[in-house]
């Protein structure tokens, strides 16, 4: 079946523009998450929807950053007033009910902040 | 302060040997490890877990050991093959857990 798609695979940016990341988890799985690759780093973990639940938003760097889950199943990542420091590859991944369930990831969205 | 650390960023090793890549820990809390596989513009693919009651687990090609007293895990990948060249993550998970803390990575190359 289908895995977990990220769109767009590339952006580039100037400083100060907002950007939106989309994330199409693996149908039927209810918890989703948001990580972020900066250069040379581990991945950093941002936020986590599980089914119904209140995110747990505890990664976001800043207040810039806001992410929503939409029916249970799209996700989209905003980030607004972009800076340099926020260039990396953002990765999605989602799993069929959360905690120690495999995390299957997409591809990523690689952000360029100019 | 990075609770999980893997500190070759690099390896090479030559097809058919034995491929050891290590990750040590400082959170006492974690009790489910995993490795990661990724290859360049593609995600992290799940390669092989292990639960803290356990010490070693095997699939296939691919072994990983955890010593809980030193904080420490490795995964074993023998014979290593060309494409198995990719960069490795170790990531860790507390009781209860979903918040994966990942290492910064391992770039494996194995040379033919």
């Known amino acids: 079946g289908a895995g977990v798609s990220q769109s767009p695979s590339n952006k580039v940016t100037e400083k100060g523009k907002d950007v939106e990341l989309r994330c199409d988890p693996i149908s039927g799985h209810t918890a989703l998450y948001w990580y972020r690759q900066s250069l040379g780093q581990g991945l950093e973990f941002l936020i986590y929807?599980?089914?119904?639940?209140?995110?747990?938003k505890s990664g976001l760097p800043s207040d810039r950053f806001s992410a929503e889950r939409t029916g249970g199943s799209v996700s989209t990542l905003t980030i607004q007033r972009t800076q340099q420091e926020d260039s990396a590859v953002y990765l999605c991944?989602?799993?069929?009910?959360?905690?120690?369930?495999?995390?299957?990831f997409g591809p990523g969205t690689r952000l360029t902040v100019l | 302060d990075q609770q999980v650390k893997q500190n070759s960023p690099s390896l090479s090793v030559q097809e058919g040997r034995i491929s050891i890549l290590n990750c040590d820990y400082t959170?006492?809390?974690?009790?489910?490890f995993l490795w990661y596989k990724k290859y360049p513009a593609e995600g992290p693919t799940f390669l092989i877990s292990?639960?803290?009651?356990?010490d070693k687990n095997e699939d296939g090609r691919f072994t990983v050991f955890l010593n809980k007293s030193a904080k420490h895990l490795s995964l074993h990948i023998v014979p290593s093959q060309p494409g198995d060249s990719a960069v490795y993550f170790c990531?860790?998970?507390?009781?209860?857990?979903?918040?994966?803390?990942f290492g910064k990575g391992t770039k494996l190359s194995v040379i033919p």
């Open positions: 991944a989602s799993s069929p009910s959360g905690y120690t369930d495999t995390q299957y």
């Open positions: 990531a860790c998970l507390g009781a209860g857990s979903y918040q994966l803390t």
């Open positions: 292990i639960s803290s009651i356990k």
């Open positions: 929807f599980q089914g119904n639940s209140a995110p747990d």
């Open positions: 959170n006492s809390m974690f009790d489910y």
